[in-house]
C-alpha cells in the first residue's frame, strides 16, 4: 500500500559532509552504527516522459540486497520539502513490474496513463548512502542519509552530493528539531531538485533551474474558511509567508531586480503579524524567535529596499520630469554606488550563518507550529480570533492616527506603520468576509497607504539632503540636485497631504467588515 514519505533535502559540499560527521549532535542522538550502502536506480518513463509531467517517478533501485521497485507520485521539491505519495515492492531482478504495485488507486492510474506505449529506462543514479538513524526522546526518529554520487544517461553525466532526512517515525516536528541540532551554525541550501528531477534535467538538457528563482515570488493568500480549526489558519497564513521569504531570499543573492528586495521585506511582515495575531489565543513562545528574526532581517533588507527607492522612485521621476538628467548624472552615480553596496551587504549578510533555524523553521513551518502547540489545539473559533484583532490593530491605527493634520513626519510615519499591520491583518483573512465591505475597506487602505508611501519618500528625499550635507559637505555638485529634487517633491508633497486627508477620512467611515452589520 502507499504511504506519505516527509523528507528534507539539502545540498552539501565535501567540506560540511566532513563537519557533520564530528558533529556532537549527531553522536547524541544516533541509535546503532553507521550503514554504507552502494546503490543503482534505474528510472524509467514513456519516450514522451509522461510521467515527469505527471510529477511522478517509477524506478527500479539495488539497495545492496535486493532490487526494490518505487512509484513516487508528487516529487517536486518545494525549498528543499518532499511530501510524495510513494508504493514500494521488492521485485526478483532490475526488471519493471508495474503488477507488483498494490495500491488499488495508483495502480490502475499508471496503467491507463501507459496504455498505449511502454516504459524505458531513461536515466540512473549511483551513489554511495552512509545512512544513521537518529532519535529525539518523546518525539520520534529520522532517518540521515548523506548521497554522493551521479545522475548519468547514454550522453551525460552529473555529480552531485546532498543530505537526505527522512521522517520514520513519531511526531512530524521531529524532523525540524533533528534539523535544527545538525545544521545550527552551518549554511543550509536546499535542493531544488530531486534526484529523479536532476535526471530529467540531464536527459532533456535543461541546466541549472535558476531562471523562475531569479524572479520576485508574490504572496498567494491562503485559503481559509469559518469552520477551520485555529491551528490550521495559522498553519495555512504562515506556510503562505515562509513561501514568499524563501523565494526571494534565494532570488536576492542573484537578482538585481528591485522588487525582490520589496517582496521579501513584504513577507517578513505578514510572517510577523500572523504570528502576533495568534499568539493572543495561546502562548506559543517556541516561534517568538522566528518573529525576532524575521524583523531583523527585515532592518537589513530594508537598507536596500531604500537604496532602491532612493533611485527608481525619488530621484528617477524627478530628473525625467525635469528633463535635466546631465546636470544630476553625479547624483545618480553616487546613488548607484550605494545601491550596490547596500546589495552586496544584504547577499553577505543572507548567506551567513545566523539565519539557519529561520530558514528551518520556514521550510517546515507546518512542523513548527505543531512542535510550538506540544499537541494542543487552540479553543478559539477562527471568526471570533480574527474579529478581536482586527478590532485590536483598528483601536492602534486610529490611536496613531489621532490628531492627523497636525502630523509631524515622524508620526506620519508611525501612522504608516500602523496601516501596513492593519494591512497584513486584514489580507489573510480577506476569504472569511467575502462581502463588499471588506473589499471596499481593503481598496481604502491600500490608497491611503500609497499616499503614505510617497510622503515617506519625500521624508527619505530630506533625509538624503541631510546625509550630504553632513557627510559629503565638499561635494557641491550633489547639494544642489538635491536640493532641485526635494523641491519638486516638497509642491507635489502638499498635494499627497490632502490626498492622505481625503482618504484618512474616507478609511474612517468605511464599516469595518469584521463587525456584524
Known sequence: ????????????????????????????????????????SIYYDTSDLRLRRERTSLRVRWDGKKWVQTLKRGTSLEHGLSKPIEVEAVLDGPDLD????????????????????????????????????????????????????AVQNAERKQDFSEVELELKSGSPHTLLTVSEKLFDGERIIPSSRSKAERGYALVCDEGPATADEAKPHLYTRADLSPDLPCEDALTRIGRAAARQILGNWNAILTSDEPEVPHQ?????????????????????????????????????VGQLRNADVL????????VDDLGTKKRHEALLAFLEEERLRQRQAVRTALTGTDWTCMKLNCML?????????????????????????LDRTWRFVRKKGRGFARHKISERH??????????????????????????????DLRRLQDV???????????????????DHAGRKDLKKSVSAICEWH???????????????????DDRKFWRPA
Not at 510617497?454 to 546625509?467: I, S
Request: hydrophobic share 45%; proline share 3%.
Open 98 to 149: 508495474i503488477t507488483r504495485i498494490d495500491d488499488e488507486t495508483l495502480k490502475p492510474w499508471l496503467e491507463e496513463l501507459v496504455s498505449d506505449t511502454t516504459l524505458e529506462p531513461v536515466f540512473e543514479t549511483r551513489m554511495k548512502r552512509d545512512i544513521r538513524l537518529l532519535e529525539v526522546d518523546d518525539a520520534g526518529t529520522v532517518e540521515l542519509a548523506i548521497d554522493r554520487g
Open 452 to 470: 503614505f508611501g510617497y510622503l515617506n519618500d519625500v521624508a527619505m528625499a530630506e533625509e538624503l539632503a541631510e546625509t550630504i550635507a553632513a
Open 1 to 40: 500500500m502507499s504511504k506519505t514519505e516527509l523528507e528534507l533535502k539539502l545540498e552539501i559540499g565535501e567540506d560540511a559532509i566532513r563537519k557533520l560527521a564530528g558533529n556532537p549532535a549527531l553522536r547524541e542522538m544516533a541509535i546503532g552504527k553507521k550503514t554504507r550502502r552502494q546503490l543503482r
Open 490 to 508: 516638497g509642491a507635489r508633497a502638499k498635494e499627497a497631504m490632502k490626498k492622505a486627508d481625503s482618504r484618512w477620512r474616507k478609511l474612517l
Open 264 to 300: 521579501l521585506r513584504i513577507g517578513l511582515r505578514r510572517m510577523r503579524t500572523a504570528l502576533k495575531i495568534f499568539r493572543s489565543a495561546t502562548d506559543i513562545d517556541d516561534l517568538q524567535p522566528l518573529s525576532k528574526q524575521a524583523r531583523d532581517m527585515g532592518r537589513i
Open 414 to 443: 508611525e501612522l504608516r506603520k500602523a496601516l501596513k499591520e492593519l494591512r497584513y491583518a486584514c489580507d489573510p483573512f480577506l476569504p472569511l468576509y467575502q462581502t463588499e465591505a471588506a473589499k471596499k475597506f481593503l481598496r
Open 365 to 389: 513551518f507546518e512542523q513548527a507550529v505543531d512542535r510550538a502547540l506540544h499537541g494542543r489545539a487552540l479553543k478559539d473559533d477562527l471568526l471570533a480570533l480574527s474579529a478581536s484583532e
Open 311 to 318: 533611485v527608481s522612485d525619488i530621484v528617477a521621476p524627478a
